[in-house]
């Protein structure tokens, strides 16, 4: 898996690095109205970002050689998603607080899971930084987005206060990476390359440009590697499982009951990373049967 990951990683420093050199040219990339370009990062993301988590299909289907443990463990998956929503919209403060925890766990352990024996720390720094980098370069707008989430005008010393955490967080990574002894020499400088030109992108690209880039071509990808996702009929069915999810989120939540873009996307990438980051635990609960 490491050679995957290893070219996973200069095909992202390369992209990162083009992007950087188109963002300097085009300053539409840098705009912080989100409304101007939204439909757009909603196809991104409810297409390729949310592939990794229909992915979880893919493990279901492999994981069971019975039907009917597969039936019942697709339905409870879809269960938990449709409970994540109904806690989005009945609640978006609930729902927003959920994601933000949800996501400073599962960016570390994900991204960083080739990393098998690295300090928990550096993980937990890694997550907590993806889920907040922005707010050091654009809290305002990370502030707008927040308050269109919630309906909510939220305190911008709130936003303050993440900023100055996720400035000690980033303190705290660069400390754990500096100072491992169970990480590899080579590892180190392509993590650390990974995250100074994530850092880069952050501090020019608007939040959500950043927040589709790095979700899709870091997180994303490095996800589907995790999972193991190698031969043609793979992907097929990633593309058969991913296909639902988008129209669900644009035919059902955007047309016909007339829900934002921004909150279709962050109301589905609550529900699935929910049940994302249950999988293992069903998967665990239900194999007792087997």
Same mark, same amino acid.
């Given at each position: 898996?490491?050679?995957?990951?290893?070219?996973?990683?200069?095909?992202?420093?390369?992209?990162?690095?083009?992007?950087? =050199?188109?963002?300097? +040219? +085009?300053?539409?990339?840098?705009?912080?109205?989100?409304?101007?370009?939204? %439909?757009?990062?909603?196809?991104?993301?409810?297409?390729?970002?949310? $592939?990794?988590? %229909?992915?979880?299909?893919?493990?279901?289907?492999?994981?069971?050689?019975?039907?009917?443990?597969?039936?019942?463990?697709?339905?409870?998956?879809?269960?938990?998603?449709? #409970?994540?929503?109904?806690?989005? =919209?009945?609640?978006?403060?609930?729902?927003? *607080?959920?994601?933000?925890?949800?996501?400073?766990?599962?960016?570390?352990?994900?991204?960083?899971?080739?990393? /098998?024996?690295? +300090?928990? @720390?550096?993980?937990?720094?890694?997550?907590?930084?993806?889920?907040?980098?922005?707010?050091? &370069?654009?809290? $305002?707008?990370?502030?707008?987005?927040?308050?269109?989430?919630? +309906?909510?005008? *939220?305190?911008?010393?709130? &936003?303050?206060?993440?900023?100055?955490?996720?400035?000690?967080?980033?303190?705290?990574? !660069?400390?754990?990476?500096?100072?491992?002894?169970?990480?590899?020499?080579?590892?180190? =400088?392509?993590?650390?390359?990974?995250?100074?030109?994530?850092?880069? !992108?952050? $501090?020019?690209?608007?939040? #959500?440009?950043? &927040?589709?880039?790095?979700?899709?071509?870091?997180?994303?990808? /490095?996800?589907?590697?995790?999972? @193991?996702?190698?031969?043609?009929?793979?992907?097929?069915?990633?593309?058969?499982?991913? #296909?639902?999810?988008?129209?669900?989120?644009?035919?059902?939540?955007?047309?016909?009951?007339? *829900?934002?873009?921004?909150?279709?996307?962050?109301?589905?990438?609550? %529900?699935?990373?929910?049940?994302?980051? #249950?999988?293992?635990?069903?998967?665990?609960?239900? $194999?007792?049967?087997?």
């Amino acid at each position: 898996m490491l050679n995957k990951i290893r070219i996973h990683q200069l095909f992202y420093l390369v992209l990162s690095l083009f992007l950087i =050199f188109i963002s300097k +040219n +085009n300053p539409s990339l840098n705009i912080s109205d989100i409304n101007s370009s939204i %439909a757009f990062l909603f196809l991104i993301i409810m297409s390729f970002g949310v $592939s990794h988590g %229909a992915a979880d299909s893919i493990v279901i289907w492999k994981t069971f050689p019975k039907f009917k443990i597969k039936a019942i463990a697709f339905l409870i998956y879809l269960v938990v998603v449709m #409970l994540g929503l109904l806690l989005w =919209f009945k609640s978006p403060v609930c729902g927003l *607080i959920t994601l933000l925890f949800m996501s400073i766990i599962h960016f570390g352990q994900s991204d960083l899971l080739y990393l /098998r024996d690295a +300090n928990q @720390g550096i993980k937990f720094s890694w997550g907590f930084i993806m889920s907040l980098l922005p707010v050091i &370069f654009f809290e $305002s707008d990370v502030k707008s987005i927040f308050d269109a989430l919630i +309906n909510i005008d *939220i305190d911008m010393r709130v &936003f303050i206060i993440l900023k100055i955490i996720t400035i000690l967080f980033i303190a705290s990574f !660069l400390f754990f990476l500096s100072s491992s002894y169970t990480i590899t020499k080579k590892d180190k =400088f392509f993590l650390g390359l990974e995250f100074l030109v994530t850092l880069i !992108l952050a $501090s020019f690209l608007s939040p #959500l440009y950043w &927040f589709t880039f790095y979700f899709c071509f870091l997180h994303g990808i /490095r996800a589907l590697i995790n999972i @193991g996702i190698n031969s043609l009929k793979d992907y097929l069915l990633l593309i058969i499982f991913t #296909l639902p999810v988008t129209f669900f989120a644009y035919f059902m939540l955007f047309e016909n009951l007339n *829900i934002e873009y921004l909150n279709v996307i962050f109301s589905v990438l609550m %529900a699935l990373t929910i049940s994302h980051m #249950l999988l293992p635990s069903l998967n665990r609960f239900l $194999s007792k049967d087997l």
